[in-house]
């Protein structure tokens, strides 16, 4: 299996302008995680989706960030407008379910904004 | 607020000692346990998880769970300067609305010195 499978790897935009992540799990898997990643915060839960619905939302930091599952092999972060406190390393997990919780990580999106 | 709290560090051992990395948890309810190796710019990767009282071993690695004092820890026998890393101690609630969900202590950096 490929793993999970997320894009791009590196994002560099400026304040204000829409970006959206981009997330592929691994197959079979039916919870998604998006985390983001700092120095000052650590690994932070944003949200995270069980067969496609969303099930805590309650760290997505405000009405910016949004996130969608459509179907069992894509979910999307988006940040709209952005800000330069966004920038971070936005990692994508997903998990079997059963599998007492085992989540297995994307290799991250890496965020500057300017 | 349900905390994982790790010995911040960095912590620095000597090449072939035993390295030690600890953490507490704060929600009783949690009933398994991951440590994560992330490599400077990589992603987290599972190396060890336990769920039972006691301890498990795999290889160079040692985790010990202790339930009644909400404590976690691993060990790490002859060490390697390829050890190098920052060790994320996580805890899971495997019933519930928060299944599925982890909780990411803040990292304690380990450095081998050869």
């Known amino acids: 299996d490929a793993g999970v499978i997320q894009s791009p790897r590196h994002e560099v935009t400026e304040m204000g302008q829409e970006v959206t992540l981009r997330c592929k799990p691994i197959?079979?898997?039916?919870?998604l995680f998006w985390y983001r990643q700092t120095m000052m915060r650590g690994l932070e839960l944003l949200i995270y989706f069980n067969n496609n619905v969303p099930i805590d939302d309650s760290g997505m930091p405000e009405d910016r960030f949004s996130a969608k599952m459509p179907n069992a092999s894509f979910s999307t972060l988006k940040i709209q407008p952005s800000e330069p406190r966004d920038s971070a390393v936005y990692f994508c997990?997903?998990?079997?379910?059963?599998?007492?919780?085992?989540?297995?990580f994307g290799a991250g999106t890496r965020l500057s904004v300017l | 607020q349900k905390e994982v709290e790790q010995n911040s560090g960095p912590l620095s051992v000597p090449e072939g000692a035993i390295a030690s990395l600890n953490c507490t948890y704060s929600d009783r309810g949690s009933q398994s346990f991951f440590w994560y190796r992330q490599y400077s710019g990589k992603s987290p990767e599972l190396i060890m998880f336990i769920y039972s009282n006691g301890d498990k071993e795999d290889g160079r690695f040692t985790a010990q769970l202790n339930k009644a004092s909400q404590y976690v820890s691993l060990l790490i026998r002859d060490s390697q300067p390829s050890d190098s890393a920052t060790y994320l101690c996580a805890a899971g609630n495997a019933g519930g609305t928060s299944y599925g969900k982890l909780t990411f202590g803040q990292g304690t950096i380990l450095t081998v010195h050869p």
């Open positions: 997990a997903s998990s079997p379910s059963g599998a007492k919780n085992i989540q297995y």
């Open positions: 197959s079979g898997h039916d919870y």
